[in-house]
């Protein structure tokens, strides 16, 4: 079935960059997506790519896509200690009707 | 506010009890979804509405669970007999239904089944 994996967790400085990565088994779906969560809270939405694309960037964030090898990842520039939280990766399903969802990867930023 | 709305934020109840839960989509989502994420894992897809119509549910929707939006606008969430299993946070998420657009998410309703 579809699946999406992340690294579990990811500790930074202020200031540097931050890369979140990410896999996916199933490669239809027409977008691919960036979901921030913070304690407590529901999901916020990051960013997005189209899957023509291999690149986008929006201010401190570029997400790179390599259909290829199935990779999604997500830089953070200039990182900050506001930017600590759960990153989830997430794809649509097949039937074009739900997001699969990676685990999760934890971000800390110390400062 | 015109984001998605969900209450109660926290509801802890006694296992074999009843809960609803309750969603506001953005007013003019007519796609509604429900999901639910327990600790260390990320949302797992539990239902999807088109307007008032139930178009797909997940298996992870056992026949304790019942999913509802009665005049295509809000939708309520209950579940019967809850299990402390049933414990987790429950989102609900709502879009416009152009190809192009996507999910947004409530604050979520934490469910705690002591």
């Known amino acids: 079935g579809e699946d999406v994996e992340q690294s579990l967790f990811l500790s930074v400085r202020e200031g540097d960059s931050s890369v979140i990565n990410c896999t996916y088994t199933?490669?239809?779906?027409?977008?691919l997506y960036w979901y921030k969560q913070e304690p407590g809270a529901g999901l916020q939405l990051l960013t997005y790519?189209?899957?023509?694309?291999d690149m986008k960037q929006d201010q401190r964030l570029t997400v790179l896509l390599n259909k290829k090898d199935k990779h999604l990842s997500l830089r953070i520039a200039d990182t900050q200690t506001g930017d600590s939280a759960i990153y989830f990766c997430?794809?649509?399903?097949?039937?074009?009707?739900?997001?699969?969802f990676g685990k999760g990867t934890t971000l800390s930023v110390s400062s | 506010d015109t984001g998605v709305s969900q209450d109660p934020r926290h509801k802890i109840t006694k296992r074999g009890q009843n809960v609803t839960f309750r969603c506001d989509p953005i007013?003019?989502?007519?796609?509604l979804y429900w999901y639910r994420q327990t600790l260390g894992q990320g949302p797992e897809f539990l239902t999807y509405?088109?307007?008032?119509?139930?178009?797909?549910k997940s298996r992870l929707l056992s026949d304790r669970f019942s999913a509802e939006r009665p005049k295509g606008s809000f939708s309520t969430l209950e579940i019967q007999r809850t299990e402390q299993g049933d414990s987790a946070m429950y989102l609900c998420?709502?879009?416009?239904?152009?190809?192009?657009?996507?999910?947004?998410f409530g604050p979520g309703t934490r469910l705690t089944v002591l």
């Open positions: 998420a709502s879009r416009l239904g152009t190809p192009t657009d996507t999910q947004y």
């Open positions: 199933d490669s239809s779906s027409t977008y």
């Open positions: 790519i189209f899957s023509n694309m």
């Open positions: 997430a794809v649509i399903n097949q039937a074009g009707t739900a997001l699969i």
């Open positions: 007013s003019e989502h007519n796609r």
């Open positions: 509405f088109q307007n008032e119509a139930q178009l797909e």
